[in-house]
């Protein structure tokens, strides 16, 4: 049973530029969470979709924006990238958006120079 | 209000020992309180939650002590192993929300 898979791992960025980050859920599971991790700090909620719909977000400006897929995979898109955007990028799914319980990928290490 | 603080921010226990990590909320819409243990290089993993409606929750090794009146939580780690090394989050959700919540984290280290 595959878990939450992201892809890249790792990528470097300029100033100014676009990233697109992807996702695919835990088998069985609709909903993702995306959260962003600085170094050494605690996840910071992104925002959540569901049934292709962005449910919730956190306070994060419109550069962050994403979109979820009929297949219930994800993307996050970061526009305009600015250096305090260096983090790691984790992508949750769980059963369903009520469900507290939340499977982790390994996340997207973001580098902006 | 939408804030979970967590203390101490690292600790380092003897092997055998009893590694003890709080956390604190004001909000008190609150309902569900995982706690989650994450690896280096790794996404974070839930280790064990607990709804306020419960004073105490054990798993293993692992207890969660809740104290409603005082707005507190703590994550107690018997028999503290080599094993147990790597960074807790305390967290906490709104039933009526989605997001969960993230404390700052605490980097524990059992020293052989």
């Known amino acids: 049973d595959a878990g939450v898979t992201q892809s890249p791992t790792h990528l470097i960025k300029t100033r100014g530029q676009q990233v697109t980050l992807r996702c695919s859920p835990k088998?069985?599971?609709?909903?993702v969470s995306w959260y962003q991790q600085a170094l050494g700090q605690g996840p910071q909620f992104i925002f959540q979709y569901y049934e292709e719909e962005e449910r919730q977000r956190g306070n994060f400006p419109d550069r962050f924006s994403g979109h979820q897929f009929p297949n219930y995979s994800s993307e996050l898109n970061v526009n305009a990238l600015l250096l305090g955007d260096s983090a790691l990028y984790l992508c949750?799914?769980?059963?369903?958006?009520?469900?507290?319980?939340?499977?982790f990928g390994e996340g997207s290490r973001l580098t902006v120079l | 209000q939408q804030q979970v603080k967590q203390s101490p921010q690292s600790l380092i226990v003897q092997k055998g020992g009893i590694s003890i990590i709080n956390c604190a909320y004001e909000?008190?819409?609150?309902?569900?309180f995982p706690w989650y243990q994450q690896f280096p290089g790794k996404g974070p993993a839930l280790l064990i939650a607990i709804r306020p409606d419960v004073s105490e929750k054990k798993e293993g090794r692992f207890t969660i002590s809740f104290n409603k009146s005082a707005k507190q939580f703590s994550l107690h780690i018997m028999d503290s192993q080599p094993g147990d090394s790597a960074t807790y989050f305390c967290?906490?959700?709104?039933?009526?929300?989605?997001?969960?919540?993230f404390g700052s984290g605490t980097r524990l280290s059992i020293r052989p």
């Open positions: 909000n008190t819409a609150f309902d569900y």
């Open positions: 967290a906490a959700r709104v039933g009526s929300a989605s997001k969960i919540i």
């Open positions: 088998s069985g599971h609709d909903t």
């Open positions: 949750a799914s769980s059963l369903s958006p009520g469900v507290g319980e939340l499977f």
